[in-house]
Nanobody, 115 residues
Framework: QVQIVESGGGLVQPGGFLRLSCAASGSLFSGAYVSWYRQAPGKQREWVATISSTGSTNYLVSVKGRFTISRDNAKNTVYLQMNSLNPEDTAVYSC?????????WGQGTQVTVSS
């Protein structure tokens, strides 16, 4: 069983930055595809970014150039560096791992962008 813990959320002013972390248990982390999703109040969950087991990355168009996803397999952790945040980025951000065809989710971390 894989357990995931996200951290790093909080309140930030427009134009600010945050770094989210997604820490996972288990020995298969290095082979996992890891994605960040977000869900704003009253909206459906939205995919944000993915990093493959080989380090390839993909981003939602609206965050490309502002967000960077990266991984440290030695620490079983994926990061989401979020710069130039704006109020539209306000959401609960959740981490998803796909390993051997199975999906695992964390509990999410709240990001609020407000002055």
């Amino acid at each position: 069983q894989v357990q995931i813990v996200e951290s790093g959320g909080g309140l930030v002013q427009p134009g600010g930055f945050l770094r989210l972390s997604c820490a996972a248990s288990g020995s298969l982390f290095s082979g996992a595809y890891v994605s960040w999703y977000r869900q704003a109040p009253g909206k459906q969950r939205e995919w944000v970014a993915t990093i493959s087991s080989t380090g390839s990355t993909n981003y939602l168009v609206s965050v490309k150039g502002r967000f960077t996803i990266s991984r440290d397999n030695a620490k079983n952790t994926v990061y989401l560096q979020m710069n130039s945040l704006n109020p539209e980025d306000t959401a609960v951000y959740s981490c998803n791992l796909m390993i051997l065809g199975k999906d695992y989710w964390g509990q999410g971390t709240q990001v609020t962008v407000s002055s």
